[in-house]
Structure formats: C-alpha cells, structure tokens
C-alpha cells in the first residue's frame, strides 16, 4: 500500500499545494534543484580529493 496509485499522488498534490500557495511550488522546486545540484558536486569534489590522497599515499608506500 505504497503511493503507487495516482490518487495518493493527487492529495499529496493539492495538500502541497494548499500548503505553500501555487506561487511558492516553483521556488521551492527551484531550491531543491540547487541543492541536488551542489550536493553532487561535492560528492564528486570529495571522491576527486580521497582518490589524489589514495594516489598519494601509494607513492609514499613505494618510495619507503
């Protein structure tokens, strides 16, 4: 009984809608979206900084 069924879907909807305004729903999209977005960036900035230190620290283990 998940919210596969369209109708869940549709009072989620209008009670979001009730809630925050028909104006406000675009902003709010807009903010998640940024914050999607800058989220992945920094993943993908920390995966870039463990892999030079994991290269790093291999360089350091083959010169000892």
């Given at each position: 009984?998940?919210?596969s069924?369209?109708?869940?879907?549709?009072?989620?909807?209008?009670?979001?809608?009730?809630?925050?305004?028909?104006?406000?729903?675009?902003?709010l999209?807009?903010?998640?979206g940024k914050?999607?977005?800058t989220f992945k960036k920094?993943?993908?900035?920390?995966?870039d900084?463990?892999s030079?230190t994991?290269d790093?620290?291999?360089l350091e283990?083959?010169?000892?």
């Amino acid at each position: 009984m998940g919210f596969s069924s369209i109708s869940h879907w549709v009072i989620v909807l209008i009670i979001i809608v009730l809630l925050f305004g028909a104006k406000k729903i675009p902003e709010l999209a807009k903010g998640v979206g940024k914050g999607i977005k800058t989220f992945k960036k920094e993943l993908e900035d920390d995966e870039d900084v463990a892999s030079k230190t994991k290269d790093k620290d291999e360089l350091e283990d083959k010169k000892a």
